[in-house]
């Protein structure tokens, strides 16, 4: 209301116009900081292979224990793949001690066999997204240790590329 009492008057339109453009880049350097990744590290697998028994880790650092955030991971698999999903252990500890352990499926294909992934035209495979903890916080900064063993229960699975591991801040992830 009061904006547009100002705006009424000539001059201050003008001195309005002037002001604009940094009021503009304001707005948006401020909203991009909802769109921070903290972390993110990628793990090649040797032959696109990855043994069953071979455990991919990470150590995240956190700095802000006050801080929201999500932990991503993204798969990077060949079209080749003969698997509907990727079976995964995660187990996380945080600095303080906090240990957890879960397990998830990964669907790489749908009902009827289409991936359900985006292709990758620069790494020349399909990538799927998967939230491995959401909008969580850690009681003191220091490392989040990750720990991802393949799930599958008979041998190794072929054609996974690669794996991406994400820290964001928690109102970033949309999934």
Known sequence: MYLCKLLREKKNIMKFKRFLPLVLLVLIFSGCQNNKV??????????NI???FNH?????????????YDLLLTAYYDINIDFDE?????NTETE??????????????DSHGA????INDKKDCIEIQHVIRKDF????????????ECFYPKYNIPYIK?????????ETSAK
């Open 96 to 109: 303080d001690g906090e240990k957890r352990f879960s397990e998830f499926h990964i669907k790489l294909k």
């Open 56 to 68: 991919v880790t990470f150590d995240v650092p956190i700095n802000d224990a006050n801080k929201h």
């Open 86 to 90: 990727l079976p995964i252990q995660v």
């Open 115 to 118: 991936h359900k992934g985006t």
């Open 38 to 47: 903290y972390y993110e590290d990628n793990f090649k697998f040797e032959n």
């Open 50 to 52: 990855w043994p069953r």
């Open 137 to 148: 916080t850690v009681g003191k900064p220091g490392k989040l240790h990750v720990d991802i």
């Open 162 to 170: 690669e794996l991406k591991l994400q820290l964001v801040n928690a």
